[in-house]
């Protein structure tokens, strides 16, 4: 399982934890994840985020 940073805000979303708060079950798969995903700190859109080692 991967780990995606959002740039500006520094929000990790974890693929083995998901985002359950927001519906997101725990093993989703980042390019899983609906279109209109936005991260939960400050709202940006996938587009934004980077994978992380």
Do not use: H
Request: a negative charge.
């Amino acid at each position: 399982m991967k780990k995606y940073e959002c740039e500006p805000c520094g929000y990790i979303y974890d693929e083995a934890a998901g985002d359950p708060d927001n519906g997101i079950a725990p093993g989703t798969k980042f390019e899983d994840l609906p279109e209109d995903w936005v991260c939960p700190l400050c709202g940006m859109g996938k587009e934004v985020f980077v994978e992380v080692e």
